[in-house]
């Protein structure tokens, strides 16, 4: 194959060539056999994955049409979205532009959702669900989830939504342990699939309170997903392709092992945070609170980011992100998240180090 540019932007991510080769396997029919078979096969991986007793489900869309469906399928009398930056701010538009009644939980980007401040909003009585992005990547925060969860269950009446869609397989999360009701990731980020697939799982509370709800619509109706998925289908059409990709993703995370792969997350980003520590650079997150699968740099040192970008896609055949909407050019994103090993992030910081140097 004739060289391309590597991504290490906080996705779409860099999708292995064993992964393209799965997604190119011969279709099947999607109301075959063989497709529930391929179903039922990737099933029990998945559940234990999301640490949950609960189906799985497969959606052909990217993560915002699971999470525009949750907004439809759960609220009931008002929603509370936690916001802490451009992809967790946005969730309040879409909460609206589905007709729910939705107040935002806003902090300053680079900084976490405050489960007590949680705890002060839902104590009102005002709210049935709670929306929260466990990874924001528009600014490498890495919220509390166990403790966010925690103030969460003591209110036996909120529903729980919870997108990790950069941080699902790169750090433990156990869905029916911290008791997300809720549960959605993406296949471009963590898990390095192509992008425009997305999977997720409901608790039975979730399920009942979608029952209630008269306007679901049918794309994303949960109770279609769930009554499909016992006969291992989904609702429509499925993207075929992404599921053999899928397949073959999970016989790696298994391969590898689960705490390996979380050890190698922690790992490569350590490589990242030493760099940014060691070139005088600052981090744009809160101290405690950073990704594990991604790190936003402030750019305090007064760089030109996108020259720095141009440099490293030219000489090196790299791809970073220049920082997201607000802070574009005020930061830049490298990832590390997905496939990625101490070698090539290794790799990615020496030849930033020879970029910034030119």
């Not at 930061?331 to 992030?345: A, I, K, P, Q």
Request: proline share 5%; glycine share 8%; with cysteine.
């Amino acid at each position: 194959m004739p060289q391309h540019d590597k991504l290490f932007i906080p996705g779409p991510v860099e999708v292995s060539p064993k992964t393209w080769a799965a997604f190119t396997r011969p279709m099947i029919g999607h109301r075959s056999e063989a497709f529930r078979e391929l179903y039922r096969s990737i099933h029990p991986r998945l559940q234990e994955l999301f640490g949950t007793a609960q189906p799985v489900f497969l959606s052909t869309s990217s993560a915002w049409g699971v999470m525009e469906g949750a907004i439809r399928n759960l609220v009931g009398k008002r929603v509370l979205n936690c916001m802490c930056g451009a992809f967790s701010d946005k969730w309040l538009d879409v909460s609206r532009r589905c007709g729910k009644q939705a107040e935002p939980l806003q902090v300053a980007w680079g900084k976490h959702i405050d489960p007590q401040q949680l705890e002060e909003r839902l104590a009102t009585g005002d709210f049935d669900t709670v929306t929260l992005i466990h990874n924001e990547t528009s600014t490498g925060v890495m919220n509390p989830l166990a403790e966010i969860c925690a103030v969460a269950r003591k209110y036996p009446d909120i529903v729980l939504i919870v997108d990790t869609v950069s941080s699902f397989s790169a750090v433990p999360i156990a869905m029916d342990e911290l008791g997300v009701d809720v549960l959605l990731t993406g296949s471009q980020k963590a898990l390095a699939l192509p992008p425009g697939f997305s999977i997720f799982s409901v608790s039975e509370k979730a399920f009942a309170r979608a029952a209630q709800m008269p306007d679901r619509g049918y794309y994303f109706d949960f109770l279609e997903f769930k009554k499909n998925q016992e006969s291992d289908m989904t609702p429509t059409t499925p993207s075929v392709a992404h599921i053999h990709a899928l397949e073959s993703k999970l016989d790696d995370i298994f391969t590898e092992g689960l705490a390996a792969r979380h050890g190698r997350h922690a790992r490569t980003n350590a490589l990242v945070h030493g760099w940014v520590h060691a070139r005088g650079f600052e981090f744009f997150a809160e101290e405690g609170y950073r990704s594990v699968s991604l790190t936003c740099i402030r750019n305090n040192r007064g760089i030109d980011v996108a020259a720095l970008g141009k440099r490293l896609r030219s000489k090196h055949h790299l791809v970073i992100d220049g920082g997201y909407g607000k802070i574009k050019g005020q930061t830049f994103r490298l990832s590390n998240m997905g496939d990625e090993t101490e070698e090539t992030v290794s790799h990615l910081l020496a030849c930033l180090d020879d970029s910034l140097s030119t």
